[in-house]
């Protein structure tokens, strides 16, 4: 079975940081492209960063740009998303994602870890 | 305030058809041919991640039932579902990519409420 899940999440004070993991399993984690998608608390879906399978090239939304950091270990079948600076419109749930290359779509997704700023 | 425009909310009875509709522009839905811009559809039941239900603007991963139906037009697509079942009760978010932001590109997301 395809799987992802996440882990890290939790409570951290505004300009604090946070270091997310995703560890895949049920296929080869090597070949895939991976992303990070967040949710605020009762908002929409918003792309957060990508990573291709070889790690690079590596894209990230303008929001999170210089702040955040996507990096894998395709040996440990993980994906990682450093967040540092982060601000109280950080909060959300994070969830890791993955997409096939030469297509545009995401799956699986992970099933989520909270992220909270706030003092 | 979100690239790809969605109504907020839909309803329907059981039973009935209803569509939800994902706008966008010349640079993302609208941008041309490329699989870059192809449209795609996630289900997110309460509380749980969300699920690919459409992908490619009309194709239905295995398992997903054939209520579920998707199109693309110009700058716009849409999703079906006909005979409304009360598990259908959940967000809809259409995807494409935006040459603009260089960005995977969401809608606001649409509520189902099955009457």
């Known amino acids: 079975e395809v799987q992802l899940v996440e882990s890290g999440g939790g409570l951290v004070q505004p300009g604090g940081s946070l270091r997310l993991s995703c560890v895949a399993s049920?296929?080869?984690?090597?070949?895939?492209?991976m992303n990070w998608v967040r949710q605020a608390p009762g908002k929409g879906l918003e792309w957060v960063s990508y990573?291709?399978?070889?790690?690079?090239?590596?894209y990230y939304a303008d929001s999170v740009k210089g702040r955040f950091t996507i990096s894998r270990d395709n040996a440990k079948h993980s994906l990682y998303l450093q967040m540092n600076s982060l601000r109280a419109d950080d909060t959300a749930v994070y969830y890791c994602?993955?997409?096939?290359?030469?297509?545009?779509?995401?799956?699986?997704w992970g099933q989520g870890t909270l992220v909270t700023v706030s003092s | 305030q979100s690239v790809l425009t969605q109504p907020p909310s839909v309803s329907g009875a059981p039973g009935q058809r209803v569509t939800i509709s994902c706008t966008g522009s010349s640079s993302n839905i609208g941008a041309g041919y490329s699989v870059h811009y192809d449209v795609h559809w996630y289900q997110q039941l309460p509380g749980t991640a969300p699920k690919l239900l459409i992908y490619?603007?009309?194709n239905r991963p295995s398992g997903v039932p054939d209520r579920f139906s998707g199109s693309k037009s110009g700058t716009s697509a849409s999703l079906a579902i006909t005979g409304l079942q009360a598990e259908d009760e959940a967000d809809y978010y259409c995807?494409?990519?935006?040459?603009?932001?260089?960005?995977?590109?969401f809608g606001g997301g649409t509520k189902l409420t099955v009457l």
């Open positions: 049920g296929f080869t984690f090597s070949n895939y492209e």
């Open positions: 995807q494409s990519y935006d040459s603009s932001l260089s960005a995977w590109v």
């Open positions: 990573i291709t399978s070889s790690g690079s090239p590596i």
């Open positions: 490619g603007n009309s």
């Open positions: 994602a993955r997409k096939t290359p030469g297509t545009s779509w995401f799956d699986p």
